[in-house]
């Protein structure tokens, strides 16, 4: 009863909507609405944000997002956590509407999308939300890494380097989206050793889990400690001013410190095909630590190919011998009310037959901790 009456859930986003793409950030749009997706991670973002207030408030810390503070200082702490919920923020308040009207897009640039006009319709707010979704990219291009001022990219790198900037600011976020491991290694390259170094993983590899079918990989997880030296864990060993960044480590000891309430899976490439033909369960039972954990899967993300065939070169399909391979693309799967729908940019709809019943090369999929008490995410998408 009282789980009902949460703060936190009064802020869960009532509808998924999808986000606009129009510089070719299709990665970026895939995992902002599958993380809208995560009751665990909204309350996270949702509780720092209120402490991180409270503090700028008082004058305790700068407002990261001013832009005196932000041209003079930089990157200050909290700047991450407030960009972010600056984001979300206006996630919530555009999801109120069921639906996310495109109406500002460039004129061609997808025709399928209608022919809105770029300077006049109102209301703006796909305008507004792709500004926002901006900040996160520009601010990632002046501080981790300049490729994200320019199109294209990885959802499992911008994942990571997003998760790394919260988790330095709060603690919180480990434990809501990361696995907490230990580990004690040796480096063969710099020969430095680690005894019970904390590693946080954003997420977890599924390097030898292709061919196992949905009862291989329960059995996979059952036993998750085995999983750990898989991880793409490197070495932070420092010589000559530069981080060693070796993964020729030899484990001496490895245990989970903690398993969040949001946790997530990468494939690996899956070669040519790059369709894996298996899903990953709908529900998830880990025991460890003489707990009894239970999740649910919640949303996948779908990486393919695009061919130049004229007509909605977004959508997956398989190519004709004729068609120019043009570039990948990303887009994400969300369980909704309706069952799983396709959330292809700001367009929503149902999910290919074959990106139902397989996972692709890089899927990140999102399990978060059942909560009985959280509804579902409706939808007002209407079938055409
Ligand atoms: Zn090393």
Known sequence: MFNRLL?????????????????????????????????????????????????????VELNPLNRDVLYSFGEVPFLWTRAFFRFFRLYLKVSRSGRLDLLNLPLGLWPHYGSGDATKVKPDVDLSLDNLMMLICRLLGNFVRADYLSPGGKEEVFYSDLMLQLRRESSEFVLTAHVLLSVSFVCADCESQFDNHPVALPYVFLRDFLGSGVSGFCDFIADFVHLLPQQLITCIGSFGGKICNSDRLSFSSHEIVSIPSLLVFRFPDLGSSGISGQMTPDELTITWSSEILHYRRIAYSCDYRVYDGGVDSESFRFPTSSEAFLGWHSIAHVLTTRGWLEYNNGREGLPSPALLGGHTSYSLVFYDMDNSFVPEPSICFEEK
């Open 7 to 59: 703060l936190t859930d009064l802020v869960l986003p009532p509808h998924i909507i999808g986000l606009p793409n129009v510089r070719g950030h299709c990665f970026l749009t895939t995992v902002l609405v599958m993380l809208m997706r995560s009751h665990s991670f909204v309350r996270c973002l949702f509780r720092v944000n209120q402490e991180v207030t409270s503090d700028v408030n008082s004058g």
